[in-house]
């Protein structure tokens, strides 16, 4: 069954240094996601995007973030300049459509440490 | 501000057993979703949800929505051991999947 995949799975970066997450989203699927978990939280909305654009974002996605899509087939999330606060897992998502019984599907997460 | 309650948020039960996980969300929305996880791993869609009264069973588990109350359930028949993981339920109040999750009940299966 396709999948979405994320890489690292796990990555340790400094205060202030900038990361980037990446995904690639099932390969005939339009809208994509980023959602964190802070560890034993709630897993919270951070950004959609759709049409090379973004749809929709929370207020955690402030000017530190920023998403891409580069290519057909990868899709990125950037933190400028890291803080303690950003360590979570960070969870990509796609579907195929619009509607809403087209369910999300999670990658298994990039879980990023901050020191 | 959208809020979703799930409880209980710990629940240890025994194998044969039934019990229900209840999601409270404090404004009208006809979309809930329930998600699984395993520890360290990702999320994985249970059920969809999409209408007043919707009702979906798979296994052991069956997930209902009351929108006028606000509530949704998921409950559990006969426990095994294999369904021990957390449980999420997620409100959508936008049309685009910009989910709002309940904290999770953490569900342990004791033989």
């Known amino acids: 069954e396709p999948e979405v995949t994320q890489t690292p799975s796990h990555q340790v970066t400094q205060m202030g240094q900038e990361v980037i997450l990446r995904c690639v989203p099932i390969s005939n699927h339009l809208y994509f996601y980023w959602y964190r978990q802070i560890l034993g939280q709630k897993v919270e909305f951070l950004v959609s995007f759709y049409n090379n654009e973004i749809s929709e974002k929370s207020e955690i996605f402030d000017d530190q973030f920023s998403v891409e899509r580069p290519d057909g087939s990868n899709f990125t999330l950037k933190i400028r300049s890291t803080k303690l606060e950003d360590s979570a897992m960070y969870f990509c998502?796609?579907?195929?459509?619009?509607?809403?019984?087209?369910?999300?599907?999670f990658g298994n997460g990039t879980r990023l440490t901050v020191t | 501000e959208l809020k979703v309650e799930q409880n209980p948020l710990f629940l240890s039960m025994q194998e044969g057993k039934n019990y229900t996980i209840y999601c409270n969300y404090s404004?009208?929305?006809?979309?809930l979703y329930w998600y699984r996880q395993d520890p360290g791993k990702s999320l994985e869609s249970l059920f969809v949800l999409l209408s007043n009264g919707a009702v979906k069973q798979e296994g052991r588990l069956m997930a209902s929505l009351d929108t006028k109350a606000r509530l949704s359930t998921l409950h559990i028949t006969a426990a095994v051991h294999d369904l021990s993981a957390t449980y999420f339920c997620?409100?959508?109040?936008?049309?685009?999947?910009?989910?709002?999750f309940g904290k999770g009940t953490l569900l342990t299966v004791n033989p």
């Open positions: 404004t009208t929305s006809d979309r």
């Open positions: 997620a409100v959508d109040m936008s049309s685009n999947y910009k989910l709002t």
């Open positions: 998502a796609s579907r195929l459509t619009g509607g809403y019984n087209s369910p999300l599907h």
